[in-house]
């Protein structure tokens, strides 16, 4: 009973942890803090636009995956709050909308469904244009701002950039009322603007650099740390806590984040490790250890020759294991001839039964060349029979040793082979 109550206590901190890891306004809260984020000098940009009724153009640039969109997505749920009859608000991608007539026609119609106006499709991109500064105009006029939010901006400024102009110079007027986001993943966006769009622009930019090593830390354990309000016992809570104090501060787990961070810094990558790990949790401790963010590590590490090598049959092992024999030989140059005779000699040594043809061994020498697991070591001879040309392996004895440990069906004599040769 007691064991059913720890693992019930157990799932429910799993699903706290997991719903954190899926909210972006609890992942980035802790910006709200600090006057000194891109949060805080986005909200205080266009919040003192629409107070102060003026036109105001920005780009928020910096690699995938670094937050732009989380932080531009909590500033307008905040003005949506703030000021709920003062904003009407446009979104457009550049993967969607990056021709001009498309982006036009789109406006139009979520300002006719933002104002409850009926929507033309068969108007022409002209119509939609003059309809757009209309409603500038209109809304400017009754104090109400559009706010146009652009992602993947760099795409917008391919072509003509008529719509960015058009945007951009309807802005100008002082009747009119909004402001442009535009959000890029390549920091010289700016740079592509023509002349006419850029002498428009207002030139300014946030930019989202990587996180530190501090910042990483912090945001783990603001993620991972339960608050004694999580509606969790009281006791569990301080148990977990200090476990995780203690892991935190474990040299290894410190490692853990080096490697994570030399892959791929952003917040994005941050989360799919956490998220990994809190899915390793063991239920039945209920608690989460160094282990299961060990685990997390390397189901993100893609190794794509160590899937190859598990799949492989034991024939095709043993090739390999004979290649590498010969390798360490340090015969200077082989081919499927020389692998026959050390694969002969293997059988005739250890008496095995794993005896196959030299028709089957071929068609398996043919599938190791397939997978790009061996390849051929030169370029010369293609004129020559593929039994013939010299080969090499592309995998690493390491790689070779931990596939035969893994594979449950590998004879103990080619573990035993490979082991001799690496400790001789």
Same mark, same amino acid.
């Given at each position: 009973?007691?064991?059913?109550?720890?693992?019930?206590?157990?799932?429910?901190?799993?699903?706290?942890?997991?719903?954190?890891?899926?909210?972006?306004?609890?992942?980035?809260?802790?910006?709200?803090?600090?006057?000194?984020?891109?949060?805080?000098?986005?909200?205080?940009?266009?919040?003192?636009?629409?107070?102060?009724?003026?036109?105001?153009?920005?780009?928020?640039?910096?690699?995938?995956?670094?937050?732009?969109?989380?932080?531009?997505?909590?500033?307008?749920?905040?003005?949506?709050?703030?000021?709920? &009859?003062?904003?009407? #608000?446009?979104?457009?991608?550049? +993967? /969607?909308?990056? %021709?001009?007539?498309?982006?036009? @026609?789109? =406006?139009?119609?979520?300002?006719?469904?933002?104002?409850?106006?009926?929507?033309?499709?068969?108007?022409?991109?002209?119509?939609?244009?003059?309809?757009?500064?209309?409603?500038?105009?209109?809304?400017?006029?009754?104090?109400?701002?559009?706010?146009?939010?652009?992602?993947?901006?760099?795409?917008?400024?391919?072509?003509?950039?008529?719509?960015?102009?058009?945007?951009?110079?309807?802005?100008?007027?002082?009747?009119?009322?909004?402001?442009?986001?535009?959000?890029?993943?390549?920091?010289?966006?700016?740079?592509?603007?023509?002349?006419?769009?850029?002498?428009?622009?207002?030139?300014?930019?946030?930019?989202?650099?990587?996180?530190?090593?501090? &910042?990483?830390?912090? #945001?783990?354990?603001?993620?991972? +740390? /339960?608050?004694? %309000?999580?509606?969790?016992?009281? @006791?569990? =809570?301080?148990?977990?806590?200090?476990?995780?104090?203690?892991?935190?501060?474990?040299?290894?787990?410190?490692?853990?984040?080096?490697?994570?961070?030399?892959?791929?810094?952003?917040?994005?990558?941050?989360?799919?490790?956490?998220?990994?790990?809190?899915?390793?949790?063991?239920?039945?401790?209920?608690?989460?250890?160094?282990?299961?963010?060990?685990?997390?590590?390397?189901?993100?590490?893609?190794?794509?020759?160590?899937?190859?090598?598990?799949?492989?049959?034991?024939?095709?092992?043993?090739?390999?294991?004979?290649?590498?024999?010969?390798?360490?030989?340090?015969?200077?140059?082989?081919?499927?001839?020389?692998?026959?005779?050390?694969?002969?000699?293997?059988?005739?040594?250890?008496?095995?039964?794993?005896?196959?043809?030299?028709?089957?061994?071929?068609?398996?020498?043919?599938?190791?060349?397939?997978?790009?697991?061996?390849?051929?070591?030169?370029?010369?001879?293609?004129?020559?029979?593929?039994?013939?040309?010299?080969?090499?392996?592309?995998?690493?004895?390491?790689?070779?040793?931990?596939?035969?440990?893994?594979?449950?069906?590998?004879?103990?004599?080619?573990?035993?082979?490979?082991?001799?040769?690496?400790?001789?």
């Amino acid at each position: 009973m007691a064991a059913a109550a720890a693992e019930s206590v157990a799932s429910q901190a799993q699903a706290v942890l997991r719903a954190r890891l899926c909210d972006p306004s609890f992942v980035h809260s802790a910006l709200r803090s600090s006057p000194d984020t891109n949060y805080s000098k986005l909200k205080y940009l266009v919040s003192s636009s629409v107070s102060e009724a003026c036109n105001n153009s920005v780009l928020l640039l910096g690699p995938r995956g670094c937050g732009k969109a989380a932080v531009v997505d909590m500033v307008l749920d905040d003005l949506k709050k703030e000021h709920p &009859d003062a904003i009407s #608000l446009i979104r457009l991608n550049g +993967m /969607l909308h990056s %021709d001009d007539n498309c982006a036009m @026609k789109e =406006i139009a119609r979520q300002l006719c469904l933002e104002h409850q106006l009926s929507f033309s499709k068969m108007a022409s991109s002209d119509d939609n244009t003059e309809f757009m500064i209309d409603m500038l105009r209109e809304c400017g006029l009754a104090h109400k701002t559009i706010l146009f939010v652009l992602e993947e901006f760099d795409l917008f400024a391919q072509g003509k950039q008529r719509l960015l102009y058009s945007l951009l110079d309807a802005m100008q007027s002082l009747t009119s009322q909004a402001v442009v986001i535009g959000v890029s993943c390549r920091l010289d966006a700016d740079q592509l603007l023509e002349k006419r769009v850029r002498s428009r622009f207002s030139h300014r930019k946030l930019l989202f650099v990587p996180s530190s090593m501090d &910042d990483i830390q912090r #945001l783990v354990e603001h993620l991972l +740390m /339960l608050a004694k %309000d999580s509606g969790l016992p009281a @006791k569990y =809570i301080t148990d977990y806590n200090a476990r995780l104090t203690n892991i935190f501060g474990d040299k290894k787990f410190k490692g853990i984040l080096n490697s994570l961070m030399e892959a791929d810094p952003t917040t994005s990558n941050i989360l799919r490790f956490l998220f990994r790990a809190v899915s390793y949790m063991d239920m039945e401790s209920g608690f989460l250890s160094m282990e299961n963010f060990v685990s997390a590590l390397s189901s993100m590490q893609r190794q794509p020759k160590m899937d190859s090598l598990l799949d492989l049959s034991i024939l095709e092992l043993y090739i390999l294991v004979c290649m590498y024999r010969l390798e360490d030989k340090e015969q200077s140059s082989y081919n499927f001839t020389s692998i026959m005779k050390e694969y002969r000699s293997i059988q005739e040594a250890y008496k095995t039964s794993d005896k196959y043809a030299s028709t089957v061994c071929f068609r398996a020498f043919e599938h190791l060349l397939d997978r790009e697991l061996i390849s051929f070591a030169d370029s010369k001879g293609r004129n020559q029979a593929l039994e013939y040309r010299p080969v090499k392996l592309l995998i690493s004895s390491r790689e070779l040793a931990q596939s035969l440990k893994l594979n449950t069906t590998c004879p103990a004599v080619l573990q035993k082979l490979l082991d001799r040769e690496r400790y001789m």
